[in-house]
């Protein structure tokens, strides 16, 4: 049953039929079994998603969890230059920088932790970035764990998202 | 020999009593949240699995109880430790207790003995039940004031002041019952409604008292502190009212006493004013209907058709609690109060009247 918005009419007074509320009661009930029959019959209608098996698909511009792209040979496009760590409001960004092997690359991160206990989602960090080496896009909201540590995001798992 | 059948009878009985109630109490707990979810547009229970089985959510009811098992039984600081203890146990007493006069069959004879199908036929029959039923208000005032917490107080405040408002028209409601069928024996009154109202009719007591029926059934759902009466618990408002502080099993006491209350609650409305056992136009032999055509069975097949006749009404009547429960939107207090003095006592005092005027009319025109 598709749910909705519905306006009721409330009368100032009520009809001696409303005020003996049995009728009304009735009336009622009759609803809720016709909810109930329906939802027995089309139970494929019911609009519930079963979660953890089945998940709701994010709009294509929603900010999820974040991910960290790659260069062609694999390594990290991040260039470590801070500016997602600076643009962060909630400084949940943790950058720390190395030489890169590659000499065509003059830095990479050696270190690049989220804290997604403290990310606010606001995208400020893919705004920032100069090489489109982080993204929001994966569709994920944070999903639950039983440690603090495990939802501090290394950039191992960043890169593989 | 017949003292050692006797005790075995009854014991039988109370076996199999117990045991219908306490099943139908364990399902009913299912059958409210999953009745619950499919007239709210939702699924309801259905993780509890075993052997991959869901089978809609069975298995939760086990579920629960094996967790209220295991919660830690935690007794808050500042309770009274003796009556905090004592309150969930003053809450299921009654509760079970009340099923000892409910006639769940017609009396069967076996070995050339005639057994009722009912654990004790006492004479006082209705006023023990309002007597102990009455006393179901002490397992939730203790709760409520022995916690020592806000929120359980003023549940349990209300619940005595509901409980006590509707206890009388309660009582009033089910006079005309006794003025009709001339007992107050429940064996009794199931018997007097297997007669036919003018020949047509069966001579139910929702024929004869539909006012006292309607009365009486409020009272019972306030009563059973059940939606729309449920101020006691009022989760929006009291947390869970007057077992806030409780948890574990003794949560589980208030719980299974609240859902025996609804079934034999159910089990005395299909007593009273649906016939019990009595199946319509079915009488010893057989089906007897009023056109003078007669259908003729074994005694086994009667026998099992008033039984379940019994058990489908119950079945009705607490499906009905249900839902009610998840129609009606909870009254407030005022409302409630008003309900309670000011409509249902003065209906149910009318219904007397009116009763006795009918009877006396009838004894004087010599219907």
């Given at each position: 049953?598709?749910i ?13 039929g ?89 830095k990479y991160p ?16 893919v ?10 896009d ?15 995001y ?8 | ?19 219908f109630?306490?099943?139908l ?33 069975v ?14 039984d ?24 009340t ?12 070995a ?13 029959g ?9 006393m ?8 409520g ?33 006794l003025?009709?069928f ?50 006691p ?16 099993f003794?949560?589980?006491?208030f ?50 058709l ?13 499906w ?30 009318l ?5 006795g ?10 219907f």
């Open positions: 049953m598709t909705g918005v519905k306006k009721v009419a409330r009368p100032e007074r009520m009809s001696f409303e005020s003996l509320y049995l009728l009304e009661i009735m009336k009622g009930l009759a609803v809720t079994m016709g909810h109930f029959l329906h939802n027995i019959a089309h139970n494929k209608e019911i609009p519930t998603i079963e979660y953890p098996e089945v998940r709701r698909v994010m709009p294509a511009r929603f900010r999820g969890c974040h991910r960290l792209m790659k260069r062609p040979n694999g390594a990290p496009r991040c260039v470590a230059c801070y500016m997602c760590a600076t643009a962060c409001p909630a400084k949940c960004i943790t950058i720390v920088a190395g030489e890169s092997p590659d000499p065509g690359v003059e050696v270190r690049f932790d989220i804290d997604m206990l403290r990310c606010v989602f606001c995208g400020q960090c705004e920032a970035c100069p090489c489109d080496a982080i993204r929001m994966t569709g994920w909201y944070t999903p639950p764990e039983d440690t603090r540590e495990k939802l501090i290394t950039i191992d798992g960043l890169l593989e998202k | 020999m017949t003292p050692l059948f006797d005790i075995g009878v009854a014991v039988a009985r109370i076996a199999v009593f117990f045991a109630v306490l099943g109490v364990v399902v009913m707990t299912w059958v409210e949240r999953k009745g619950a979810a499919y007239m709210q547009d939702r699924r309801g229970p259905n993780r509890a699995r075993i052997l991959g089985l869901t089978l809609g959510g298995f939760h009811p086990l579920a629960d109880a094996l967790k209220f098992l295991f919660k830690e935690f007794i808050p600081d500042n309770a009274h430790r003796f009556f905090y203890q004592l309150a969930p146990m003053f809450a299921l007493a009654p509760a079970i207790l099923i000892a006069v409910v006639p769940f069959g017609p009396p069967v004879t076996i050339g003995k005639t057994i009722a199908l009912q654990i004790a036929d006492l004479n006082v209705i006023l023990y039940l309002f007597a102990i039923s009455g179901a208000v002490y397992g939730v005032v203790l709760a004031w022995s916690s020592n917490s806000k929120y359980p107080l003023l549940g349990g405040l209300r619940s005595a002041s509901q409980m006590i408002s509707y206890e009388v028209s309660m009582g009033l409601s089910i006079m005309g019952m003025m009709v001339q007992s107050v024996r429940l064996s009794e009154i199931v018997l007097g409604q297997g007669e036919l109202l003018f020949g047509i009719l069966p001579k139910w007591g929702v024929v004869v008292q539909p006012l006292g029926f309607v009365l009486f059934l409020t009272a019972l759902y306030a009563e059973a502190n059940r939606t729309p009466f449920d101020l618990e009022g989760e929006s408002e009291l947390v869970a009212g007057y077992h806030t502080e409780y948890a574990s003794k949560f589980s006491m719980m299974m006493a609240e859902y025996i209350h609804l079934v034999v609650g159910s089990a005395i409305l299909a007593t009273l004013f649906f016939g019990g056992w009595q199946f319509p136009y079915l009488a010893d032999k057989g089906f007897l209907f009023p056109g003078g055509i007669s259908v003729a069975l074994p005694a086994a097949a009667v026998l099992v008033r039984i379940g006749s019994f058990i489908g009404k119950t079945v009705f009547f607490c009905l609690y249900v839902w009610v429960r998840w129609t009606v939107p909870r009254f407030r207090y005022d409302q409630v109060m008003r309900l309670g003095w000011k409509v249902m006592l003065p209906l149910s005092l219904n007397i009247f009116v009763t005027l009918v009877l006396l009319l009838i004894d004087k025109g010599g």
